[in-house]
């Protein structure tokens, strides 16, 4: 019962139908026949089918999208779901925040409670991804480039110019091979004193032993570099499908985070700062400024 116009008219119908008579006559009678029924009635059930339809639509159970996700920055234990005590809000999500369970199971003698609204945690993630995808459609390389300062290039250095270090360190290295060399034959031909001969081999050993240990640690490096590279390409390349997403699921979430951390709100000159640490696969936590206002 949609239509107002079947208030007044089913009755009709079937009485219509039952005699035999025509559907032009049935038109006929559309109009001032008395209603089957009353317009509150109609009205009364209009309200329960509205409401029936968003019970069904919009259920209220609040689905943990982060489970298994979030932990507390300071102890480490999960954050868990837990009810914020005020009237029903329209959306059900205003409902809820995550505290941390060590502070729920021991109390203020083992921790705070971290508590962040599920609201604010859910749009400071879901702003998070869409930048990053945003940034990996528009230009991955540069986005790579970044991420790989970010996780790697402060500590190592960018691969070009540890190839180059690499080359000087191995040329210089075959120049000492020569230059023992030549120390040899001067020997061998009297040309150096025993006494400096010494001298100078333990001069080129030192050096050899220096430059072997420099070659190990920058290859190391370029390695680690190349395992970055890697990393962020392989972030970049997932990231980029989720840019123009508005909406989060448990699906979308495990597929692209490894974990989140919820700090202690802090008051910094009387403003409410949080700090949310998103850790992606492949590159781990990447977002200069994940704080919650
Ligand atoms: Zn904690």
């Known amino acids: 019962m949609i239509d107002e116009r079947y208030a007044s008219t089913v009755r009709l119908i079937f009485s219509l139908a039952k005699d035999g008579k025509g559907i032009s006559q049935i038109r006929n009678y559309l109009n001032g026949h008395e209603p089957i029924v009353s317009p509150k009635d109609f009205e009364l059930v209009q309200r329960l089918i509205t409401s029936r339809r968003n019970v069904q639509n919009k259920p209220r159970k609040f689905e943990n999208i982060f489970a298994g996700l ?14 914020a005590h005020r009237s029903p809000k329209e959306e059900i999500i205003d409902e809820y925040g995550y505290m941390c369970n060590n502070y729920k199971t021991f109390g203020k003698s083992v921790d705070t409670s971290h508590w962040i609204e599920a609201r604010q945690l859910y749009e400071c993630v879901l702003n998070d991804i869409k930048r990053h995808a945003g940034e990996a459609l528009s230009d991955n390389d540069e986005l790579c480039e970044k991420l790989m300062r970010q996780i790697g290039s402060s500590k190592d250095k960018q691969t070009k110019s540890l190839d180059k270090e690499i080359r000087e360190k191995k040329a210089r290295l075959s120049e000492v091979d020569n230059l023992f060399q030549q120390l040899y034959e001067d020997r061998q031909n009297g040309n150096i004193t025993e006494r400096n001969y010494q001298m100078m081999c333990r001069r080129y050993e030192d050096e050899q032993t220096g430059l072997e240990q420099a070659i190990k640690e920058l290859t190391a490096q370029r390695t680690e570099s190349d395992k970055n590279r890697g990393n962020a390409e392989q972030f970049s390349k997932l990231i980029k499908g ?23 709100p802090q008051d910094v000159d009387g403003e409410r700062i949080q700090e949310v640490k998103i850790y992606y696969k492949f590159i781990g936590c990447i977002s200069q400024e994940g704080h919650i206002r």
């Open 70 to 83: 979030i932990k507390c920055a300071d102890c480490g234990y999960a954050m868990t779901l837990a009810k």
């Open 242 to 264: 989720y840019a123009g997403i508005e909406e989060l699921s448990a699906a979308l979430l495990n597929t692209l985070i490894e974990k989140i951390t919820i700090g202690e």
